[in-house]
């Protein structure tokens, strides 16, 4: 277990509509980021928040937005969701940003139908 | 071009046999991770290093910066190393340290 607990762990939806997923970092660390899977690109950096601000941007498409809040706890907003959007999202988190492990959480299997 | 390549793609070997998966990189680094990708999907962080060499039990990973050559061995292979392994490039500074960018993986399959 790395401590970093994401939610919901599946979620199925329709093309167009909008959907929040929520993350929740080590105790202690500072900084989260975003990850999307899918079976054609493969793992891709999204974005990365420390301590409630952005830090880099990574793939992001426009349709999608995140936020991290004063308890660090971070949520991805993802809308207007099109078929290839079916994805496993991981959050990971690291201590302060820099060159440290990452402790992944288990991630949000996304389906779009 | 990917910027991180990983070979080989796919790998089977006998329990006990010594494993190497190697992964290149064009991208000037700031660190380089191995991630491990269990069938389940979790992700577990296997190793970060900058330079020189890291030992974990039966794992050993490399790095080379010259070169922009990184290798995961797995001595004494156990079907429960079964999963896959995925370097990433920590090509950052500063403040954007951090932002990975992923091989597409090796898949692991250690038999009995």
């Known amino acids: 277990d790395s401590g970093v607990t994401q939610t919901p762990k599946h979620l199925i939806t329709a093309t167009g509509q909008r959907v929040t997923l929520r993350c929740s970092p080590r105790s202690g660390d500072l900084s989260v980021y975003w990850y999307q899977q899918s079976l054609d690109q493969g793992l891709q950096f999204l974005i990365q928040y420390y301590n409630g601000e952005e830090r880099a941007k990574g793939n992001i498409l426009e349709r999608f937005s995140a936020q991290q809040f004063p308890d660090l706890h971070s949520e991805l907003n993802l809308s207007s969701l099109e078929l290839g959007d079916s994805a496993l999202y991981f959050c990971?988190?690291?201590?302060?940003?820099?060159?440290?492990?990452?402790?992944f959480g288990p991630g949000t299997r996304l389906l779009v139908l | 071009k990917n910027e991180v390549e990983q070979s080989p793609q796919n790998l089977t070997a006998q329990e006990g046999e010594f494993i190497t998966i190697n992964c290149s990189y064009s991208?000037?680094?700031?660190?380089l991770h191995w991630l491990q990708q269990h069938p389940g999907g979790g992700i577990v962080s296997l190793f970060m290093l900058s330079s020189g060499k890291k030992k974990h039990g039966r794992l050993i990973a490399t790095i080379n910066i010259q070169e922009k050559h990184s290798s995961l061995h797995i001595t004494a292979s156990h079907p429960r190393d079964s999963a896959v392994y995925i370097c990433a490039a920590d090509g950052g500074y500063g403040g954007s340290q951090g932002n990975l960018i992923f091989g597409k993986g090796t898949k692991l399959s250690v038999k009995p």
């Open positions: 990971a988190s690291s201590l302060i940003g820099g060159l440290e492990t990452q402790y």
């Open positions: 991208v000037g680094i700031s660190a």
